[in-house]
């Protein structure tokens, strides 16, 4: 046991870095001294090498540029500084690896002319950002650059001589730093945004914070770590890791910018691990960073990032993510899940410690299949607002995930999309959520920025699998209001085999109306797949009109119901709130039958959503399109159904997923819904009594009490199809 | 060399079957005890053996079954006795395989049951087909049950006793041959199709000449070789290689069908190869069967063929090509290649001598990748019927493929489609042709059958990249005409390392109109991917429109001419000729400058399409779904450029591919086009001069002669931009 803990004091000592000694950010001496000795031995530690050395010596065949800024993102000289700062980090990790000197000297004549030219420069000549940069348009790529510049110089640091150290620190270093914390006369912007609770400044507080450590200057680390009064109260990085995740390390604004602001997190804790270890900055906040990393990897579906609020398609391979998994590995290497990350979807690995960490225990065969599981993430900094419920087929065969999602807002990227759901199967969306309307870095595409239409369509509550009551968006699209309010998780329970379940309550997005939303995951004995039964409900006491959007990917199959497909011409279904941008494809009603069947085929499996109707609601069918001047939209497809002049009404749906559909053999299968009929039995403010029934005579009925979540409440109800008694909020029966 | 001449003498005794042996169709003994010999070392074969072994061992487990036929396709009796076919043929191979008597029981079982029911049955009881069957709806399908069947007997032949061969040949066996050759009282269809040149007659000769080689019945053997009168002059399998494929090996309704129609073929050679080694059947006509199979491995990008004629999206998986590739390996070993597509693209083998040679040879790590070349594919019997063109990239990295099709019409699965190109790139389809309106097997969508949009829209050609005069299909889209005639390629050249080029003419298919198209794909050292020229040139004394459609997948990035969105109403773009289905994105002028660009992204690359114009010319985007009731119709996208009131126009286009798009890192470059300016210098019926100017003051020139394709011809053409002289019908400058 003594001996034990002598190793493990042994190998923590190893890891630290002696106060003073360079490399000491994601470079250590002992680190390098192990990859060097162990070059050609670990292959995709090698590989990971060589494109480093390959950037390197990229670096060296150009010219030295350092122009005078100019351009803004995308531009000349937004370019060219920041490829600067990726040819130092490759010269500098080539010099600490090869020992040539050549790489080395690059670094240092780079520095020297950014030590030249930065005490010459005002603001940047752009001036489209509250907080311009000097050596870019917005201060935050400033930061992004003395993060990245910090490591190069930390390389090449010994390298370099006193008086060379002494110039670029005074000249660029210290100015550069102080530039981010407090801005320069004309502009003190920086300072607020430096202490705010946001990961804008999570970047500045990392560039100071590593080029401090650089420098030896504990004063200028302690204000990157508490904030530019150094008391911790108002700003910095430890206090940024308690404000910016919820308990279960989940970020407000989404996994898809998750992805982005864990990056200088992980990059500086990297950092603080080895040079102040005494903060055990991995363990703080009951391992917040590990939790962090470990939400966002259960976020996504297929190794892409589940799209709510803005968001595009990124996933696991994303440059951030290879900083994030490679850092948590490091952190703890009892994490093997994460090498299946590395191995499976990143396919390189840092050319730093946890880099060679990660690819020789990847070498070694340690890698674990990276497991996911059901789970609720609270929302808010308490976990007190509201959350993503993430439902895990209990199979991964079965590979499906159905989200719910009952947060607060998320700041600016969030949509208006309270209780909205999605589902994933078989590797494909198939209930999805838009994500953002942008075209990111194609300048013919609104520069790159977010469209107009993100703020129109992809915003908007229509554009979501969720109720728009009155046409109108929840909070009325009012950011300000959204982010007073969130929605509350009533219960989740995904401990039983046959089934797992979430109820979400939402009472403010939309006045006077209040909503709540279960949805169950069910495993019967008789359907080829797992069921969803999916409970809207509206409670209102004054007449309004609901409508019930569920965006599906794949192609129309059939309808149950007689339709009127627009055939020569084709208008929009509204004027605004979202309603613009959709074409009116087709609509019907459902006399024959209460129960509305839509049936559609994504990849090689079919879905059918039976929804409750009567021969009044409209079932409408929309796609994107219509008010789209520059075709910024995406081609993307809704069936809706809408009840007019109801105060309460509940939408209730089976969602099937069926059948198998190969074309290369010519098979196909239980092409068709097995629901023949879904329908309530009981719908009062109390109680929801859901009936629906399959062929073969078989049933499934999900009671639920909406008007108390107590587990240990009994409930009756008398219905014409017989008494329902069970305890607790929801009772799941089948035959 | 004696020794090596015995050696070929043996092992082709050894491939061949004894007279009177069995098995001889697609197993031999001599194959069977090597494979026997084997089990346990060639893991792809065993994997084979094992799911037949398992098919067998679910057939042992089934009661036996076997209906009165009922049913037509997709019902229980057609069904079940597809998978009886298919249950006999894994349980034949079974019982050669392991030697135990319960698989082998369980076919002759199988087979009393059919002569027990066959000789009860009259002709099927749906009566839609014009040749019925008789355990099933159509001929077409008894015959495919015969060829399986045939296979599964000579697999228990030996086992079964004489007197249970002899019921099941008298009262199954005979009979059935005699029907799929001669039919029945009250319909003799059957003899019509049996003598065809058709694919249905390929599975009828096939059917009733591998049981006429089981049965060792010499006169049947000759009647599916050579016809019911035994003749060779009117029908046969022989001829149908004469006639069937062109003599590049192309079949004239297109890849699609060509998969479909090489099975019967490839098989029942296979079994001549056993049974009458002396017709050296893969040899004939210069091993035309060969030549079938590498050819329709050419026309497919990324294991997929091209999509042209009725064409749904199949591969190399699809278990069609198991058969021609394993068969065709087996018949010539020395094409390598042919186990890269097994290995690669499809996964399994066959559990015949020819899968195991297969298996074992990929085993022996003797696969070669599977090379793409630019060719030209001949079509009509004697290769003078036009032809579809397919230029490859000449770097394999590039991976790109360009197609002009300038074929005849394709029998009854045809398009009218004259001179369309499709281009692919980077693993996508860029520019595309819509293939077939169908939902196979889809029960819904008008029971699976190819849908009416099929016949209004996909074979209509505006669906197309080619021409269409004054809003009317090729030959008026009357089916009888086109087959009348053809399209001709005037020459094609792949040879020059910058330049591959093809063009074709067509004078037919618009009256009044002749129509020339030359296509080049041209490398030139300022661009960053190979560039393609497209010269549409129209011919006519009388004014006409001209609508030039490209049809694009992807997302439009921008146009540069302004256009007019619909925003709140869209309309359709024409009331007939495919043009009913389109509705009217957008449409423009561009009135300030004379070319009209269009950039759209697919996948991580931009694709711009630059044409010259005048302020005259519509310039409009359209997509499918008007008329389109039953939401039949895929989404499909396309810009058109459309001149009015012209007699001679030529649409001359640069199409570039360009750019990287890579949101992971979030870096793009190269995102527009670099075309300056497309114009027509001289255009003239005898020449036309076409000038493409590029970013960096770059120039590329095509002179064409459009009267002659003489090689030898000298040419001569003052224009405005000087003098240009060449010889040959083209050339290529560029600076």
Chains 1, 2 share one sequence.
């Not at 920041?82 to 010099?95: F, Q, S, T």
Request: include cysteine.
């Amino acid at each position: 046991m003594k001996r034990l803990l002598l190793t493990l004091t042994l190998s923590l000592a190893l890891l630290t870095a002696a106060a003073g000694e360079h490399p000491s950010l994601m470079l250590t001496r002992s680190g390098v001294a192990q990859m060097r000795a162990d070059r050609g031995k670990v292959p995709a530690f090698d590989a990971s090498i060589d494109r480093t050395i390959a950037g390197a010596d990229a670096a060296l065949r150009e010219r030295i540029e350092v122009p005078v800024p100019r351009d803004g993102g995308g531009g000349y000289t937004h370019e060219r500084h920041k490829l600067n700062y990726y040819r130092m980090v490759d010269c500098g990790i080539a010099w600490q690896l090869t020992g040539e000197e050549r790489y080395a000297r690059r670094v240092a004549d780079l520095l020297a002319a950014y030590a030249e030219l930065y005490p010459t420069l005002g603001f940047h000549p752009v001036t489209l950002s509250k907080s311009p940069g000097r050596l870019f348009w917005q201060t935050l790529n400033e930061s992004v650059w003395l993060v990245h510049t910090a490591m190069a110089y930390d390389c090449v640091y010994d390298y370099m001589t006193p008086s060379e150290r002494e110039r670029v620190e005074r000249n660029l270093f210290r100015p550069m730093a102080d530039f981010l914390m407090n801005g320069m006369e004309g502009n003190r912007e920086n300072n607020k945004i430096f202490n705010k609770m946001h990961n804008h400044a999570t970047w500045a507080t990392s560039a100071v914070g590593m080029i401090g450590m650089v420098m030896g200057d504990d004063a200028l680390v302690d204000c990157a770590l508490y904030g530019s009064d150094r008391t911790g109260r108002k700003g910095g990085f430890i206090r940024q890791l308690d404000y910016l995740f919820s308990p279960d390390g989940y970020f407000t604004e989404g996994a898809y910018y998750q992805r982005y602001a864990i990056w200088p997190f992980m990059v500086f804790a990297q950092c603080i691990a080895h040079n102040r270890p005494q903060l055990d900055i991995f363990a703080y906040r009951d391992h917040i960073l590990q939790k962090a990393v470990s939400t966002l990897l259960q976020l996504a579906y297929e190794g892409r990032f589940m799209r709510f609020n803005d968001a595009l398609e990124k996933g696991y391979d994303a440059q951030e993510l290879v900083y994030a998994v490679n850092i948590a590995y490091n952190a703890d290497p009892t994490d093997k899940m994460l090498l299946d990350v590395a191995a499976r979807y990143q396919g390189w690995v840092l050319p730093s410690d946890a880099g060679y960490r990660v690819a020789r225990d990847i070498a070694r065969g340690e890698a674990q299949p990276l497991r996911f599981v059901s789970r609720l993430y609270r929302d808010g900094r308490e976990g007190d607002a509201g959350g993503v419920a993430v439902i895990r087929s209990t199979d991964p065969a079965l590979n499906s995930a159905l989200t719910l999602k009952a947060t607060s807002h998320g700041l600016s990227h969030g949509h208006f999309d309270k209780l909205t759901l999605a589902y994933y199967d078989n590797g494909n969306e198939v209930l999805c959520d838009y994500g953002a309307a942008r075209w990111l870095n194609i300048e013919a595409k609104y520069k790159g920025h977010y469209t107009h239409e993100n703020k129109s369509f992809a915003m908007q509550t229509v554009a979501h699998n969720t109720l728009v009551v009155d046409e109108a968006s929840h909070f009325g699209g009012v950011y300000a209001e959204s982010m007073k309010h969130h929605s509350d998780i009533l219960y989740a329970d995904f401990s039983r085999k046959d089934m797992q379940i979430v109820s979400a309550r939402e009472t403010n997005a939309c006045e006077g109306v209040a909503m709540q939303r279960t949805v169950a995951y069910v495993t019967t004995p008789f359907l080829q797949y797992p069921l969803i039964l999916d409970v809207l409900r509206a409670e209102s006491d004054a007449e309004h009109r609901y409508d019930y959007p569920m965006w599906y990917d794949g192609h129309l199959v059939s309808l149950n119901f007689p339709y009127e497909r627009a055939l020569t011409a084709m208008t929009t279904l509204g004027s605004a709130n979202g309603y613009q941008h959709l074409w009116r494809q087709a609509a019907g009603r459902n006399t024959e039958s209460g129960t509305s069947c839509f049936t559609w085929i994504k990849g090689d499996r079919f879905y059918s959503l039976s929804t409750a109707t009567t021969p009044a609601s409209e079932l409408v069918l929309a796609v994107t399109g219509a008010n789209d001047p520059d075709f910024n939209l995406r081609h993307a497809r809704t069936f809706m159904v809408r009840e007019r002049g109801r105060r309460d009404h509940t939408f209730f749906s089976s969602l099937e997923s069926h059948g198998t559909y190969d074309l290369q053999v010519e098979q196909s299968d239980n092409l068709t819904a097995s629901c023949r009929a879904v329908r309530l039995v009981c719908d009062t403010r109390d109680y929801t009594v859901a009936v629906a029934e399959y062929a073969g005579g078989h049933r499934v009925v999900l009671c639920l009490a909406n008007a108390t979540a107590d587990p240990a409440a009994r409930h009756r109800v008398e219905t014409p199809e017989g008494t329902f008694t069970w305890t607790g909020p929801y009772d799941l029966s089948m035959n």
